[in-house]
C-alpha cells in the first residue's frame, strides 16, 4: 500500500498531467486498473491513514482532523488481520496516527511524560516500522536551513534547495522511529522517499527470503510541505520557477523510488504476485503548484478537489491490464477489498464504511450501490454513484450536485432535485447517528 501526501489528483501523468514526471508511476497504472472517482475519506492526513487501516470513517475512532486522536487499541487494523494469517507486516514512512515517544520533544505532539496519544504502529499488528509522527522535508529529513534564501523563494513552510554544507543546518525536531522509544541516527542523508524505499526493499527482500508472504505499508511524505530537491531533480524542472522546480523534483524523486520497488519484486520473481495499490492521502496543498485536476477547491474541502485523489491497483496474477473505473471508491474500502481478492474473512462485529470493490475489479459490478460519508470540521457530505450532497455549514443548509453531468461542481441542483435531496439528507442523518454511536465508545 503507497500512498503519497497531499498529492493532487492532476500531479501524475497517468491522470494526465503533461509537465510532472511519473514514468513509473504511470507504466505501474498501465498494469492494472486507475480509479477515476477514487477518494480519500478526509480531505486532510491523519484520517484518511485510520481510514486505509480499518475500513471506518476516521470519525469513529474520533481521529477527525490531522494531529488530533490516535489509533485506539480497540480498532482492528488491516495488518493484525493479516498478521493472523502467517504475513509479515511493515510500515514505512509517514503514521500521523499518534505520538511515538514520550521522552523527547518530537515533531507536532510528542513530547517529555505525555502519552495520551502516544501510539506506535507496533501496538497495530506492525511487526517492524520506520516511521514518523509526521511531516518532514523532502531531503535530508532530520535538516533545516539556519537562513533561508529569501530572493529565490526559499521559506520555513514551504521548502528550500537542498543543504550542501553540514554547517548551514539545523535540527528539524521530527525523527524516525523503528521501535518503541528507539530513534534511529543513522542513515537519513538525502533524499526522504529513498530513505523510505531502502527500508521498505529491506523489509521485502527478508520477507521473500523467509518464505513469508508480506503486508508493507508505504507511506511517503511527498509532495506535503516543505518540499526539498537537491540539483538532479530541480534541474528535471530547469526551465520552471523555483518553487516548481522543488515540487515537481520531490514528486519524480518519488516516483523513482517506486520504479526501485517494481525492479526488487521482479527480481525476486514476485511483481506479478504482488498487489500493488498507489493514492494520495487528500488534495494538494493551498498555495503550491499541485493541481487537484478539473475539480473544486483543494485539501481541507469536501469538494471534489479536496477529496479525489489519483489512485490504481496492479496485481497481474489478478486483474487485467488497461482498466480504469469510474465507480466511486474511497480509502475505507481498502481493508475489506483487500482481505476479499485474497480469500480472508474476517469477522469484524462493527459498523464497517468501506466496502470490498472486488466485484467492480473484476468486471461484475458497474455501480458502487452503496453512498459514501465524509466529515470535517462541522462540514459533511454524502456521495453516491451520482449525485453528492453537501452542507455550507454544519448541516443546516446544503447543496445537491450531478458529479456525471457535473463534476466540476459548478451548478447546484438542489431546488430542481428535492427529493433527492431529502433522501440523501435523511440517508445521511442515519450515517450520521451511527457514526456518532461509534464516537462514544459503542462499537467497543
Same mark, same amino acid.
Given at each position: 500500500?503507497?500512498?503519497?501526501?497531499?498529492?493532487?489528483?492532476?500531479?501524475?501523468?497517468?491522470?494526465?498531467?503533461?509537465?510532472?514526471?511519473?514514468?513509473?508511476?504511470?507504466?505501474?497504472?498501465?498494469?492494472?486498473?486507475?480509479?477515476?472517482?477514487?477518494?480519500?475519506?478526509?480531505?486532510? +492526513?491523519?484520517?484518511?491513514?485510520?481510514?486505509?487501516?480499518?475500513?471506518?470513517?476516521?470519525?469513529?475512532?474520533?481521529?477527525?482532523?490531522?494531529? $488530533? !486522536?490516535?489509533?485506539?487499541?480497540?480498532?482492528?487494523?488491516?495488518?493484525? %488481520?493479516?498478521?493472523?494469517?502467517?504475513?509479515?507486516?511493515?510500515?514505512?514512512?509517514?503514521?500521523?496516527?499518534?505520538?511515538?515517544?514520550?521522552?523527547?520533544?518530537?515533531?507536532?505532539?510528542?513530547?517529555?511524560?505525555?502519552?495520551?496519544?502516544?501510539?506506535?504502529?507496533?501496538?497495530?499488528?506492525?511487526?517492524?516500522?520506520?516511521?514518523?509522527?509526521? *511531516?518532514?522535508?523532502?531531503?535530508?529529513?532530520?535538516?533545516?536551513?539556519?537562513?533561508?534564501?529569501?530572493?529565490?523563494?526559499?521559506?520555513?513552510?514551504?521548502?528550500?534547495?537542498? %543543504?550542501?554544507?553540514?554547517?548551514?543546518?539545523?535540527?528539524?525536531?521530527?525523527?524516525?522511529?523503528? !521501535?518503541?522509544?528507539?530513534?534511529?541516527?543513522?542513515?537519513?542523508?538525502?533524499?526522504?522517499?529513498?530513505?523510505?524505499?531502502?527500508?521498505? %526493499?529491506?523489509?521485502?527482500?527478508?520477507?521473500? *527470503?523467509?518464505?513469508?508472504?508480506?503486508? +508493507?505499508?508505504?507511506?511517503?511524505?511527498?509532495?506535503?510541505?516543505?518540499?526539498?530537491?537537491?540539483?538532479?531533480?530541480?534541474?528535471?524542472?530547469?526551465?520552471?520557477?523555483?518553487?516548481?522546480?522543488?515540487?515537481?523534483?520531490?514528486?519524480?524523486?518519488?516516483?523513482?523510488?517506486? !520504479?526501485?520497488?517494481?525492479?526488487?519484486?521482479?527480481?525476486?520473481?514476485?511483481?506479478?504476485?504482488?498487489?500493488?495499490?498507489?493514492?494520495?492521502?487528500?488534495?494538494?496543498?493551498?498555495?503550491?503548484?499541485?493541481?487537484?485536476?478539473?475539480?473544486?477547491?483543494?485539501?481541507?474541502?469536501?469538494?471534489?478537489?479536496?477529496?479525489?485523489?489519483?489512485?490504481? +491497483?496492479?496485481?497481474?496474477?489478478? %486483474?487485467? $491490464?488497461?482498466?480504469?473505473?469510474?465507480?466511486?471508491?474511497?480509502? $475505507?474500502?481498502?481493508?475489506?477489498?483487500?482481505?476479499?481478492?485474497?480469500?480472508?474473512?474476517?469477522?469484524?462485529?462493527?459498523?464497517?464504511?468501506?466496502?470490498?470493490? *472486488?466485484?467492480?475489479?473484476?468486471?461484475?459490478? *458497474?455501480?458502487?450501490?452503496? $453512498?459514501?460519508?465524509?466529515?470535517?470540521?462541522?462540514?459533511?457530505?454524502?456521495?453516491?454513484?451520482?449525485?453528492?450532497?453537501?452542507?455550507?455549514?454544519?448541516?443546516?443548509?446544503?447543496?445537491?450536485?450531478?458529479?456525471?453531468?457535473?463534476?466540476?461542481?459548478?451548478?447546484?441542483?438542489?431546488?430542481?432535485?428535492?427529493?433527492?435531496?431529502?433522501?440523501?439528507?435523511?440517508?445521511?442523518?442515519?450515517?450520521?447517528?451511527?457514526?456518532?454511536?461509534?464516537?462514544?465508545? !459503542?462499537?467497543?
Amino acid at each position: 500500500m503507497i500512498m503519497c501526501d497531499d498529492l493532487g489528483w492532476g500531479d501524475t501523468g497517468f491522470n494526465g498531467n503533461e509537465i510532472i514526471k511519473t514514468p513509473n508511476l504511470d507504466l505501474l497504472a498501465s498494469k492494472g486498473m486507475v480509479f477515476n472517482r477514487f477518494y480519500s475519506a478526509s480531505p486532510v +492526513c491523519s484520517p484518511t491513514r485510520a481510514s486505509c487501516l480499518t475500513g471506518r470513517n476516521p470519525y469513529r475512532m474520533d481521529i477527525p482532523n490531522a494531529n $488530533s !486522536g490516535h489509533m485506539k487499541m480497540e480498532e482492528v487494523t488491516l495488518a493484525e %488481520i493479516l498478521r493472523k494469517h502467517k504475513y509479515k507486516t511493515g510500515h514505512f514512512g509517514k503514521w500521523h496516527l499518534g505520538t511515538l515517544t514520550t521522552r523527547i520533544k518530537d515533531a507536532n505532539r510528542g513530547k517529555p511524560g505525555v502519552s495520551e496519544h502516544f501510539s506506535i504502529p507496533t501496538q497495530h499488528g506492525f511487526d517492524e516500522f520506520f516511521s514518523t509522527e509526521s *511531516k518532514v522535508p523532502t531531503y535530508d529529513p532530520m535538516n533545516k536551513p539556519k537562513i533561508y534564501n529569501e530572493k529565490i523563494g526559499e521559506s520555513p513552510r514551504y521548502g528550500w534547495a537542498h %543543504i550542501e554544507n553540514e554547517e548551514d543546518a539545523e535540527p528539524f525536531g521530527t525523527y524516525y522511529w523503528n !521501535g518503541k522509544e528507539m530513534l534511529v541516527e543513522q542513515n537519513l542523508g538525502g533524499d526522504d522517499s529513498k530513505l523510505i524505499m531502502d527500508r521498505a %526493499i529491506d523489509f521485502i527482500q527478508s520477507s521473500n *527470503k523467509s518464505g513469508n508472504p508480506f503486508f +508493507c505499508v508505504i507511506w511517503m511524505h511527498t509532495p506535503h510541505l516543505p518540499v526539498v530537491a537537491d540539483k538532479t531533480y530541480r534541474n528535471l524542472y530547469k526551465d520552471l520557477d523555483f518553487q516548481e522546480q522543488l515540487y515537481f523534483g520531490t514528486i519524480s524523486a518519488m516516483d523513482e523510488q517506486v !520504479g526501485r520497488l517494481w525492479k526488487t519484486l521482479n527480481e525476486l520473481e514476485e511483481g506479478k504476485n504482488t498487489m500493488i495499490w498507489f493514492s494520495s492521502d487528500n488534495g494538494p496543498e493551498n498555495g503550491t503548484p499541485g493541481l487537484s485536476g478539473p475539480f473544486r477547491e483543494r485539501k481541507r474541502s469536501l469538494y471534489e478537489g479536496g477529496v479525489r485523489v489519483p489512485a490504481f +491497483c496492479v496485481w497481474e496474477n489478478g %486483474i487485467a $491490464s488497461s482498466q480504469s473505473s469510474s465507480v466511486p471508491m474511497v480509502t $475505507s474500502d481498502y481493508l475489506p477489498t483487500i482481505l476479499d481478492m485474497i480469500s480472508i474473512k474476517h469477522n469484524l462485529v462493527r459498523p464497517m464504511d468501506g466496502i470490498s470493490l *472486488k466485484r467492480i475489479i473484476n468486471g461484475n459490478q *458497474k455501480e458502487r450501490g452503496e $453512498s459514501i460519508g465524509f466529515l470535517f470540521r462541522e462540514k459533511m457530505s454524502w456521495v453516491n454513484d451520482r449525485y453528492k450532497l453537501i452542507s455550507t455549514d454544519n448541516g443546516n443548509t446544503f447543496e445537491l450536485y450531478d458529479l456525471i453531468q457535473d463534476p466540476e461542481e459548478d451548478h447546484d441542483i438542489l431546488t430542481n432535485q428535492n427529493e433527492i435531496a431529502d433522501r440523501m439528507q435523511n440517508e445521511l442523518s442515519n450515517w450520521m447517528n451511527s457514526v456518532n454511536f461509534s464516537r462514544n465508545g !459503542g462499537d467497543y
